[in-house]
Every structure is written in C-alpha cells, then in structure tokens.
C-alpha cells in the first residue's frame, strides 16, 4: 500500500515520477511542517507561504536525497534554511491578532479555547528569541531531535547548539505567558 | 561539580541517560546552585510547553495550493492566468509601442514616437520570478510593475499631448492656408468690379 510506505520507497517513487507517492509525502509532513511554521513566524498565512517555501525546497533537493540519514531531518534541515531565509527576508507583523493562531478541530469549544490560548502563548513567547535561538528550540523540544542532529541541521557545533538552547531557556525563564501556557 | 560541567550534562540528566553516580553528582549540583537549577526548570517547562502545544490542521484549501506548485493538473490551474498577463502585458506594450497603428489612428504629420523601456523588457522572467517568489515580495514586484506601468502610461500621456498639440496646430495653420487659398479662388471667378470700387470711392 502506499499509504503504508516507508519514506524512502515514497521519495524513490517521487523521483521515479509519481505524483500519488510525491501527494502522500506532503500528505504525511504537511500538518508537522505546517505546526513548525507556526511556531516561527507566528503568523497563519506567513506559516502556509512557509510551508509551500519548505515542500518547494523539498521538491527542488529530493534528487539530491540520499537516503541515507533519517527523511524527516533532512526536511526540516530543509525547513531550517527556509525559515531563516524567510524571516530574513520579511518583515514581520508587528501587532499579533489574537484570533490568527486557529485550532482546526471545533468539536469541543472548551478544549479549543484552552488549546488556542497555550498555542498563543507559546508562540508569543517564542517570538521573543533571535531567531537562531528559537531554531533550537524549535528542534530540540518539538522536533525531538539531538544536539547531534541539530548541530549538523544548521551547521554549527553540538556545543554552539547547547549553548544556544540554554540562552534561549534563560530568556524564556523570564517570560510569564509560558508559565500562562501551562 | 561545576555549573559548565552540569550545563553540559544537564539534558541527559533530564532524560535519564546518565549514570547513577553522575546522576547524583548533577543532583547534589543542582540543590545547591540557583542558576543551574533555574536552567533545570527551564528545560522542564519547555518539555511541558512541547506537549501542550495543540497541532493546528493547515487550512482544507492548502493542499492543493502545495500539490499545485508540482504537478501538471496545477499547472492547468496557473498557466491561464499567467497566460492571461503575459498577453495583456504583450497588448500594453504593442499598443504603446505602435500609435501609429493604433485603433484610434494618428495622422501620418505626428512625429515617431521614441521606443518604449518596456518595450525592450522581456516579461516572460519577470513573471517567472513573480510567480517563485513569496507573497510579500510578489505584491511589492507586483506594486513596483504597476509603477512602472503608470510612468510609462504617463510618459505616454504627454507624448500623446504634444502629438495631438502639434496636429491642432498643423491644422490651425493648414487652415490658414486652405482660407487664403480659397480667397484667391474667390477672387479668380469673382473678380471684383472696378467701376464699383471707383463709385464706392466716390
């Protein structure tokens, strides 16, 4: 099945010219690339530019995926340039619109609200952090990747990468909405 | 310990992957240093914050907005637009290229028009890039196009001005020259008397 398939398989069909392993590929990622973009631009429409910016990427480089490390590194290392390309590039929304971080599922109206309030405060918070602060962040605690991993994503030492995350945690210790968050 | 030590083993400290000796050597750190100990609370509430994180859906239509950008079926979706702006750039510029073909019709006297700045400008990269290029920066491309449009509209504006000052006063003067000419007809075939001009004169 290829909805079953491993990563490989589904990139390997991908370059081989399928567009139905290419879609489930975008398919698995999407929600994930999409969450990440959230938390690093914040913004809803900036977070699906983000987001085509990423899968456009991916598709530029696959021919260049070995397939020798894990896929969903090698997206978000993808991710990663993308991102820091992108707020170089903009400009970002200074004044944040309480309504913009939405919760897609509507069915408790209770769990929305208390959802959408931690995502705004997580988001408020991270928002505070240079961004090569927040990449750390970003993948040490919601990527769940390690130091190693992180280091050689942007390009830096596992040190440099520790370093920076403890900064970063320094700057968030002070910052009241994370404690709201919780 | 020391604090650079600790911060070095603090993740693994976290996650359990030390050994119960150094385990109680962080520990017994930890207790006594502020620092250490707030960055140990740190990494413990950004774990927590991890969790309660709710994953948002990306929007029903972004799908195929994303599939669009790779496949042919999104290609037919863009390629009319696209193909639409092309010809109404094309329309522009040959409009403005040639006024002398134009609908309207300008008279043979009008001088030749100097040739357009995006008359030499190949669109096709311009919308190439436009279309790669994030939203931001396609509206400002988009904006500075417009721009560039409007200048060269009104650029066009005054040369239209001064062909159609130039044709009135061509016209004005060619009148002159069709009245004197018809006096001198009238005075041909109607000459006047000169018995009539003597009594007149009497």
Redesign the interface.
């Known amino acids: 099945m290829l909805g079953t398939a491993s990563d490989e398989k589904l990139v390997a069909r991908a370059l081989a010219g399928s567009n139905g392993a290419w879609h489930t590929l975008i398919k698995r990622y999407e929600q994930r690339v999409y969450n990440y973009a959230l938390r690093m631009v914040r913004h809803p429409d900036d977070a699906r530019d983000l987001m085509q910016e990423v899968f456009l990427g991916v598709y530029r480089n696959l021919p260049g995926y070995r397939g020798d490390g894990v896929f969903p590194a090698w997206l978000f290392r993808i991710a990663s340039y993308r991102c820091t390309d992108y707020l170089r590039r903009r400009r970002f929304h200074t004044s944040f619109d309480e309504q913009d971080i939405g919760i897609a599922a509507p069915d408790d109206p209770h769990k929305q609200t208390l959802a959408t309030h931690a995502n705004q405060q997580i988001s408020a918070a991270l928002a505070g952090l240079p961004t090569e602060q927040r990449h750390v962040v970003e993948l040490k605690f919601f990527q769940q990747f390690t130091f190693e991993d992180i280091a050689q994503h942007l390009g830096i030492s596992p040190n440099t990468a520790k370093t920076r995350l403890y900064a970063a945690l320094r700057k968030l210790e002070k910052h009241e909405d994370l404690r709201d968050a919780l | 310990m020391h604090c650079d030590q600790a911060?070095?083993l603090?993740?693994d400290y976290v996650e359990d992957r030390l050994s119960h000796d150094m385990r109680m050597r962080v520990g017994d750190h930890l207790e006594g240093c502020a620092s250490c100990q707030?960055?140990h609370?740190?990494?413990l509430?950004?774990?927590?914050?991890?969790r309660?994180?709710?994953?948002?859906?990306?929007?029903p239509w972004?799908?195929p907005?994303?599939?669009s950008?790779?496949?042919l079926s999104g290609m037919a979706q863009w390629f009319p637009s696209l193909a639409s702006a092309v010809a109404l750039i094309l329309v522009i510029t040959i409009y403005f290229q040639q006024p002398g073909q134009a609908p309207l019709g300008q008279p043979a006297l009008l001088p030749s028009p100097t040739p357009s700045p995006m008359a030499n400008t190949d669109t096709q990269p311009v919308l190439e890039h436009l279309r790669a290029s994030?939203?931001?920066?396609r509206q400002q491309e988009m904006e500075a196009l417009v721009r560039l449009l409007k200048a060269e509209m009104d650029r066009r504006s005054l040369e239209t001005e001064e062909s159609l000052r130039y044709v009135i006063a061509h016209q004005i003067q060619g009148q002159r020259e069709l009245d004197d000419l018809s006096r001198q007809v009238q005075q041909i075939n109607y000459p006047v008397p000169a018995a009539d001009t003597r009594g007149e004169r009497m």
């Not at chain 2, 509430?45 to 991890?50: I, L, S």
């Not at chain 2, 309660?52 to 929007?59: G, I, L, R, S, T």
């Not at chain 2, 994030?134 to 920066?137: E, P």
């Open positions: 911060e070095t603090m993740f707030g960055l609370n740190g990494i509430d950004m774990q927590a914050q991890a309660v994180w709710h994953d948002v859906a990306p929007p972004q799908l907005r994303v599939h950008r790779f496949d994030s939203r931001d920066q």
